[in-house]
């Protein structure tokens, strides 16, 4: 029962999706895409540098890798030029004899002798005969010989490019890595002078209200004085003239002054 169902379900949204034209896909992989994206930004900058310099660390053993063979493959061509040398010495010598060879024949002769021994013409053609099938076979084998040294010579060749590259690549890699690394300092001490910044103006708002609480306690003191000088009661005292004279000696600070204006009030 539950197999009809799974199976009538799938039906319904793969006709759904024919006939109302839904790309159900689509919008699977746009989500899968986006979940990705999304949790690549949350990663930290720094986390991600360091993996960038961990990726590079790791290059390492590839190169030692790719060293190691190309330290062998020299070698290899070393052994193979040392041989192919061996051989063109052997052809060399090879073709001597056979010219040699081929010279005393040209003499008619009988017999020749080589070394302490004695051989008949036929003797002599027949060594000849085989002398020149050896040399004919020991020289295609020096060919195919200098074939796969030039081979060789050239992957070794190929190989230091392609290390070369991998080398300068790393170097390069290396150098990214440290100016993002500048380029992310520099990006944070922007954010905490920024971070600075705000923290200046909240210190500039609180101190805007200090100065506004200020004014207002001003115009509330001056309010005050000017209810008391107009709006005070009326003082039914006489002013006395000795608390005048004593107000003004006290402000000038002077008792001489104060003796002169009573005298000049007595006169």
């Not at 009538?8 to 979940?35: E, M």
């Not at 001490?189 to 100065?211: I, K, W, Y």
Request: aromatic share 4%; proline share 1%; hydrophobic share 35%.
């Amino acid at each position: 029962m539950l197999k009809k169902v799974i199976v009538t379900g799938g039906a319904l949204a793969l006709l759904s999706s024919v006939t109302v034209g839904v790309p159900l896909f689509s919008y699977a992989r746009c989500g899968a895409n986006w979940i990705r994206s999304s949790a690549n930004d949350s990663v930290p900058l720094e986390w991600e540098l360091n993996r960038a310099r961990q990726m590079i660390t790791d290059l390492k053993p590839e190169i030692e890798v790719n060293a190691k063979r190309i330290a062998r493959e020299k070698i290899e061509v070393n052994h193979l030029t040392k041989q192919l040398s061996e051989s063109d010495q052997r052809l060399a010598k090879a073709q001597t004899d056979i010219e040699r060879l081929t010279e005393d024949l040209k003499s008619d002769s009988k017999s020749y002798t080589y070394g302490t021994r004695t051989y008949t013409v036929a003797q002599v053609k027949d060594d000849l005969s085989n002398r020149f099938k050896r040399f004919k076979t020991r020289e295609a084998t020096a060919d195919k010989l200098q074939q796969m040294l030039s081979a060789r010579n050239s992957s070794l060749k190929a190989a230091h490019e392609r290390m070369d590259a991998m080398l300068s690549a790393k170097r390069q890699l290396e150098v990214e890595v440290e100016n993002l690394q500048a380029r992310l300092g520099a990006l944070r001490v922007a954010q905490t002078s920024s971070q600075l910044n705000l923290d200046d103006s909240h210190l500039s708002q609180t101190r805007g209200l200090l100065d506004s609480i200020a004014t207002r306690i001003d115009v509330e003191e001056e309010t005050m004085q000017v209810d008391t000088e107009y709006f005070g009661e009326i003082d039914l005292d006489e002013p006395s003239d000795e608390n005048l004279l004593d107000e003004i000696a006290s402000y000038f600070g002077d008792q001489d002054v104060k003796g002169s204006l009573v005298a000049i009030q007595l006169d």
